[in-house]
């Protein structure tokens, strides 16, 4: 099946500061999404991004699908922007499989 | 607004104590899944329903189980739960066209501690 590596595991910036994520994935695919989780728990669903580039705000992706890799920018990091960031992917089925996450710690 | 709900949000049970989990539905999706998601790792699907069409998981214990009476609402519950089933417990919903190639919407979550 597909397999999805997200670097870094881990992440800590001051506040203000710019970051790259990464998401690797292993075969193509129709469907990719990025996700933070907050402290609480809370998933939110942040760009839906199979191929191109998008932007929303402070944040922006983009997934080079013939390359297998997808990037989330954040500029100018909030305390806010905390948590962990998801990449997950699905192939010809309807789960979606998941990377391990990037957990980010923004210090003030 | 429109949006995914989930109660309770936080549930004590006793070990093999049957406990349901809610999670309701105002976006009009029709699909809807259960993830379990346990500390420091990704979300585990295990379960969801395309309208009334039921799909579980492989690997899903048979302690869960779940319900979809409407549209709205779609039920978890875990017949006798162990020390090992306490997670967070996501639930999810996409509006269900081509759906392997929708975004979810997930819910705050029920986090389950069993004792």
């Known amino acids: 099946g597909i397999q999805v590596e997200q670097s870094p595991p881990d992440l800590i910036l001051q506040e203000g500061a710019n970051s790259t994520l990464r998401c690797n994935f292993s075969d193509s695919v129709n469907n990719l999404q990025w996700f933070h989780q907050n402290p609480w728990g809370q998933l939110i669903n942040l760009f839906y991004?199979?191929?191109?580039?998008k932007q929303n705000g402070r944040l922006s992706a983009t997934t080079v699908a013939t390359e297998r890799y997808s990037l989330l920018y954040i500029s100018s990091s909030q305390t806010t922007d905390s948590g962990v960031y998801f990449c997950a992917v699905a192939d010809s089925n309807y789960q979606l499989i998941w990377g391990a996450g990037t957990k980010l710690i923004i210090k003030p | 607004d429109a949006m995914v709900i989930q109660n309770p949000r936080y549930q004590v049970t006793q070990f093999g104590k049957p406990v349901t989990l809610s999670c309701s539905q105002t976006?009009?999706?029709?699909?809807m899944y259960w993830y379990q998601q346990k500390s420091s790792q990704a979300p585990k699907l295990l379960f969801h329903?395309?309208?009334?069409?039921?799909?579980n998981e492989a690997d899903t214990p048979d302690n869960f189980q779940s319900r979809r009476p409407n549209t709205s609402f779609c039920f978890l519950d875990i017949r006798s739960p162990g020390l090992g089933d306490a997670a967070m417990y996501l639930c999810?919903?996409?509006?269900?066209?081509?759906?392997?190639?929708?975004?979810?919407?997930f819910g705050p979550g029920t986090r389950l501690l069993v004792l």
């Open positions: 991004i199979p191929s191109g580039t």
């Open positions: 329903y395309y309208d009334k069409d039921f799909n």
């Open positions: 999810a919903t996409s509006r269900g066209g081509t759906y392997n190639q929708e975004t979810q919407y």
């Open positions: 976006l009009n999706h029709n699909v």
